[in-house]
Each structure stands twice: as C-alpha cells, then as structure tokens.
C-alpha cells in the first residue's frame, strides 16, 4: 500500500510540482520570480528525495535532502545579494 | 495502521507541494507567489520529513529529519523575506488591484547609503 501510494499518487504531484515551478522560472518577467520559482524547484526535488528514501528504504538519503536544502538557501541568499548590487531591468 | 498515518502524511506533504507549485504559475504578482510557495512549500517538505521520521522508526533517523525540519521552517522565512524586500527596493511592479502598500514611504531615496556603502539599488527612472 505504501509503494503504491507512493508511485502513483506522491511522485506524480512533486513531479508536478517541479514541473510548475519550471513553468514560472522560463517565463517569469522579473529576476526575483526567477529565484522564488529555483527555491520551489530546490524545495521539491528534496522533496522528491525523502520520498525516495522512503520507498526504497535507503537512510542515508535524508543526509542528502538536508544538504541539499542547505546549499538551496545559501543559494537563495547569494541571489538576493547579488540583486541587491546590479543595475538593469529587472 | 502506521502504514495509514506514513500515507497519510506523505499525500498531504506532496499536495501542499503541488499547491505550491499551482500558486507560483497562476498567481498575478510577485509577492502573492512568493506568499503561496513559500508557505505550502514548507509545510509540504514538513509533512514528507515526518513521515519519513515515523517510516524509518529509528532514533538517529528521526533526530537528522527534526533537525531538517527546524533548518527549514528557520531559512524558508529569511530567504522570502529577503528577496522580497529587494524586490520592493528594485522596483518590482505590484498587481493592479493591490490596496494596501504600507512600505511605500517607508524607505528614503537613499535606503541603502545607511549600511555604509555606496547605494546599489538601481533607480529604475534614471537615464543610465
């Protein structure tokens, strides 16, 4: 019941998920949409990894949705520096 | 029984996701994207790390996912409030139908120069 609630109802909405945020980072107007839509990107995939962990039955992978979450908002934070010292449209 | 709650909670994280999701591409303005996809965003990858803390019933497993989910519900917050914050300075347009823009005299010209150093904010009027 968990393998298959996994496979057909969990991966299908955080793949849908991933692909929306896809969707808003190729046609949002502004650099910020851009990055709002990376972090739901990044958000996704590790979530996308922590149901894997689960349906394979692998730990070790939680290590890997932490990093990964880590290096996302170190990420989310070195854009929101770099907007802060740029000149142009945005 | 606890394969019922593990389901259960794996269905719920996966739908705030793709709430989430949903939000960041049907929403009109930046700042209503940003309110939509940070908040179920959180609350998605919340449910999916408890679930996978009750799944592996371990105490070493259960204490990294707590701590995943502090690092989160701490960082998710301060990167949106950080973004948007730049983005209002930046000039990002607002929707149309937008009532309420307290932070609009909030800020002098100048906002930046009162951190020491040479104002980066562009002026989105000036001829370049």
């Known amino acids: 019941m968990l393998q298959a609630t996994i496979q057909y109802i969990v991966f299908p909405l955080l793949c849908g998920a991933f692909t ?48 990964w979450a880590i290096i996302s908002f170190l990420s989310v934070i070195a854009f929101a520096f770099y907007i802060e010292r740029w000149r142009g449209e945005p | 029984m606890i394969e019922i709650l593990i389901c259960l909670l794996m269905v719920i994280g996966a739908f705030f996701m793709f709430v989430a999701g949903l939000g960041l591409v049907r929403m009109p303005d930046l700042f209503l994207r940003m309110s939509c996809s940070t908040k179920a965003g959180t609350i998605g990858i919340g449910a999916l790390l408890l679930a996978l803390a009750i799944y592996f019933a371990d105490f070493g497993v259960a204490a990294r996912a707590v701590a995943t989910i502090g690092f989160i519900f701490l960082t998710a917050p301060v990167s949106s409030h950080r973004i948007g914050r730049i983005a209002y300075l930046v000039g990002v347009p607002l929707w149309k139908y937008t009532v309420a823009d307290e932070f609009k005299d909030a800020y002098p010209p100048d906002a930046c120069k009162t951190f020491g150093q040479e104002c980066a904010i562009p002026d989105m009027n000036a001829p370049d």
Not at chain 1, 23 to 42: H, N, Q, W, Y
Not at chain 1, 48 to 58: C, D, K, L, N, T
Request: hydrophobic share 55%; proline share 6%; glycine share 8%.
């Open chain 1, 20 to 67: 929306l945020g896809f969707i808003r980072l190729v046609i949002g107007p502004t650099l910020p949409d851009r990055i709002m839509a990376f972090e739901l990107v990044s958000t996704s995939s590790a979530g996308i990894i922590v149901a894997y962990a689960v349906s394979s039955g692998v730990p070790v992978l939680l290590d890997v949705a932490s990093v």
